[in-house]
């Protein structure tokens, strides 16, 4: 059987994370493209070294990493910025992704997951389907993010502002899960959806069995 990838996207601060540890907990390979992201901006990258000479030695660390607070600081208030960070990264993470999904499918998987928060924006719900959302109003999702990064309103406004809404994602998507409770229910809806997508894909259940 030739190996399926089906995607999950979200919103930023929806939940996307403890939905792909769950699908990890049951064996499903999952790849994610901000992990991707980083490995293209690694220190001594090629990536790495043209974002540096675009975006100039200020976004380096004196350890000579990414300053990612520093980069953020100016692609999150200039769309021009941030499109051209998006061509450099972007074709390096699709490079990227591809090899995995290579690696995944030559040991005989049937079914992996790519978590990719910008999935729609950069057009890939078009290569990888079907594809599930999570889903969480917005002020629980501004509570997340401020709790987890430590942004302030005008940060985190411009963070949720560089996606699409998440309203538009949710009406695009295949499935849903609504995360507004708790993480067991979460796990729960995780765990219905993944059901159904086997269903869809005849792939066995039992393949992935619950932990």
Not at 10 to 32: E, Y
Not at 44 to 70: C, H
Not at 123 to 138: E, F, S
């Amino acid at each position: 059987m030739a190996l399926r990838v089906f995607g999950l996207t979200g919103g930023i601060g929806s939940g996307k994370s403890t939905v792909a540890q769950r699908l990890r907990a049951r064996g499903m390979p999952v790849v994610n493209a901000d992990e991707l992201a980083r490995a293209a901006v690694a220190r001594g990258s090629a990536g790495l070294e043209r974002v540096a000479d675009y975006f100039g030695p200020g976004v380096l660390t004196t350890e000579g990493d990414l300053d990612r607070a520093q980069l953020g600081q100016i692609v999150f208030g200039d769309p021009e910025a941030r499109r051209m960070l998006d061509s450099i990264v972007h074709p390096i993470v699709r490079q990227l992704a591809a090899q995995h999904f290579q690696e995944i499918g030559a040991r005989g998987e049937p079914l992996a997951c790519y978590e990719v928060p910008l999935l729609y924006e950069v057009g890939l719900d078009r290569t990888y389907q079907p594809v599930l959302v999570v889903n969480a109003p917005l002020a629980l999702r501004q509570q997340r993010i401020a709790r987890r990064d430590g942004f302030g309103a005008e940060q985190i406004a411009a963070r949720i502002a560089a996606q699409i809404p998440l309203e538009e994602k949710v009406r695009r998507a295949d499935y849903v899960i609504d995360n507004a409770g708790s993480v067991a229910e979460l796990e729960e809806a995780t765990d219905a959806v993944l059901t159904a997508l086997c269903d869809a894909l005849a792939v066995p259940e039992a393949r992935y069995p619950r932990p």
